[in-house]
């Protein structure tokens, strides 16, 4: 089960000034170019271009510049579907289509045209929070979800770096002890987490202490293993839009140890880890957080 994000003519200000309906459209193109991927797709129904363009013809000079603009927007997807039977889709418990999740766009803050306020998306943020609750209530395997997270939580780092000897990806998550199936749901916790927090420059003691505060589990640094290890032995290379990126310091960690809903009822296992580094490489750029290994105790 994946997210789809529909566009409807309500999706924007078409009766408006053509200034408010670019600026829609420049907003919609920022976050298609954040979050479009195979886990988020962007729709539209098969009427949509055709009423879209009657509409400019009644409200625009520039009807030309004006489709243009929507043209450009990326790659939407076109369902089989009318405009009605889509908000209807939109409207259902659960709105499934095609295994998809489906939810109206829109544009406009105070304007809520789906039975549901939940049924609308307006930001990212609230994309983001759909797309946690899809990955909770609808399991797959570690493959599928390491690749689902990377899609939906764009402010971390996750590192893949197939040319490494040893350290190829941060997805060991089929090693954990328990079954990953059993903790999916702790991982996202964590991963949510890290696409909302706010790094503080150079204070990964108070980032280690914000952040353990906010969830379940302990996020601490490497502690009396460390003296056993060779110095940088946690350290990882990271590649971004093909640069690459050594020696981050990997060594902080979240513990995983209760299987989902079991905090301090069931088993405790004290080797399943997300271990993870600060990063700040990139000049103009706040700092992130970078993920290294999801899995067994390293």
Do not use: W
Not at 109 to 118: V, Y
Not at 132 to 150: A, C, F, H, S, T
Not at 188 to 202: A, K, Q, R
């Amino acid at each position: 089960m994946k997210a789809g994000v529909c566009l409807f003519l309500e999706s924007f200000s078409l009766d408006k000034d053509e200034y408010i309906l670019i600026q829609q459209i420049s907003k919609l193109k920022k976050l298609m170019k954040r979050m479009n991927s195979e886990f988020t797709k962007f729709c539209k129904s098969n009427e949509f271009d055709s009423k879209l363009a009657l509409s400019l013809c009644s409200t625009s000079s520039d009807i030309g510049g004006l489709m243009s603009q929507f043209y450009d927007m990326g790659k939407v997807e076109v369902l089989s579907l009318g405009c009605d039977d889509l908000l209807n889709v939109i409207n259902s418990i659960p709105p499934l289509y095609n295994s998809r999740m489906l939810y109206m766009y829109n544009s406009k803050d105070n304007l809520i045209l789906t039975a549901m306020r939940d049924s609308t998306i307006i930001n990212e943020e609230e994309l983001v929070m759909h797309c946690r609750k899809i990955l909770d209530d609808y399991p797959r395997d570690n493959v599928e979800y390491g690749k689902n997270i990377q899609d939906i939580f764009k402010n971390i780092i996750f590192m893949n770096n197939e040319d490494h000897e040893e350290f190829k990806t941060f997805n060991s998550m089929d090693k954990i002890d328990g079954g990953f199936e059993n903790f999916h749901k702790s991982i996202t916790d964590f991963s949510f987490l890290l696409y909302n927090y706010e790094v503080i420059p150079g204070d990964s003691a108070q980032n280690l202490k914000n952040m353990d505060s906010a969830l379940i589990y302990t996020v601490c640094e490497e502690g009396g293993g460390k003296s056993g290890r060779k110095a940088g032995e946690l350290n990882r290379d990271f590649i971004i839009d093909k640069v690459k990126y050594t020696d981050i310091n990997c060594e902080f960690h979240y513990k995983l140890l209760y299987e989902d809903g079991q905090n301090r009822k069931g088993k405790r296992y004290s080797g399943n880890r997300i271990y993870f580094g600060f990063f700040n490489k990139i000049d103009g750029q706040p700092p992130r957080i970078a993920i290294s290994h999801i899995g067994k105790h390293l």
